[in-house]
């Protein structure tokens, strides 16, 4: 397979070489790549080799020569256990336990909720697109809980995943959060982008993608000020739910990536758990609607602060 390329132009003075390139390309590099990059010579300003920490000028042009694209390994059939909620030839909706990756990535190449899928339905793997989102129609983080369709077919796939793009599935999730929200009821309105300084976070920043969210607090009744509310995505951003409490200054328990340093409640993943979901059957266009109770790992956590 052949080297690929991209060349951009410098928009403003002043920025880092390493940082530019990762927020153009941060998706198929990491920062370290770049930089190594940099440092072999696939990288030139103006024609010329430079050092990462070069500050650009604006208009200089960028160019970068990329690596051979790796070919994908195929996704082994793994005989994991699923809940599964419902199925039938086109679809099946399934409740995903917290600690299980969607599908294969970096650092979780087994395990995944697609290498159950492909041992227990084959004829997934025959679909259409990359074999590691086999039968996906939208995610759940990795130590976010609850409910997911899955497509059996190419037809399914396409006609649900239209639904989300036109905001017509609706998806409420239960969330505790470490801090009251300022209001009882709120709409989050703010866009949502790749954060420059940490790539493997987000962050709400100009230029982001638009991202609404939209709670209500339903229990308080807790020692500390802790608050148990339900959310509405109408957009479906990476991280979005976790992004935008924090940044009302109310983030979820047990979220070591956005919410506090100093954890107050012990437990090993956060609280947010996707608990209920409604779309239209892809084929024959009937309203469907799906419950997952709190996970008891979850529920205990409540009873407890509830007797603290």
């Keep these: 397979m052949t080297n690929q390329s991209v060349e951009f132009t410098v928009e403003a003075t002043g920025e880092r070489l390493d940082k530019l390139i990762v927020n153009q390309i941060g998706d198929a590099l ?10 072999e010579g696939s990288v030139t300003v103006d024609g010329v080799q430079v050092k990462p920490g070069i500050k650009l000028k604006i208009g200089q042009v960028i160019h970068v020569n990329l690596p051979a694209p790796t070919v994908p390994q195929k996704v082994q059939p793994e005989a994991i256990d699923l809940v599964v909620l419902f199925e039938d030839a086109d679809l099946a909706v ?11 990535g970096v650092g979780n190449e087994t395990g995944t909720v697609v290498a159950a899928l492909l ?3 084959p004829q997934i793997g025959e679909m259409q697109g990359e074999e590691k ?16 369709i899955i497509a059996k077919t190419d037809v399914a796939r396409r006609r649900l995943m239209a639904q989300f793009q036109a905001r017509t599935v609706e998806k409420t999730y239960l969330a505790l959060l470490e801090r009251k929200p300022p209001t009882e009821t709120g ?10 300084n940490q790539r493997k976070r987000m962050a709400v920043q100009r230029g982001g993608k638009p991202a609404i969210t939209e709670y209500q607090v339903i229990d308080t009744a807790f020692m500390g000020d802790q608050a148990l509310v339900k959310i509405n995505l109408l957009t479906g951003r990476t991280h979005q739910i976790r992004v935008h409490m924090a940044f009302i ?13 100093k954890q107050r409640v012990g437990l090993r993943r ?6 209920s979901l409604a779309f239209d059957h892809p084929r024959t266009g009937e309203r469907m609607r799906f419950d997952a109770p709190l996970p008891a790992g979850l529920q205990n956590v409540l009873d407890k602060l509830r007797q603290a």
């Design 30 to 39: 990491s920062r370290v790549q770049i930089q190594s990059l940099i440092k």
């Design 94 to 104: 399934i409740d995903k336990p917290a600690g299980m990756t969607v599908h294969p």
């Design 119 to 121: 041992a227990r339905w």
């Design 133 to 148: 989102r086999a039968g996906i129609v939208h995610r759940l983080d990795k130590d976010t809980s609850g409910l997911l």
């Design 187 to 196: 709409r989050i309105e703010a866009p949502i982008g790749r954060d420059p």
């Design 249 to 261: 200054g109310a983030p979820i328990v047990g979220d070591r990536v956005y919410g506090f340093r």
């Design 270 to 275: 956060h609280f947010l758990h996707a608990g």
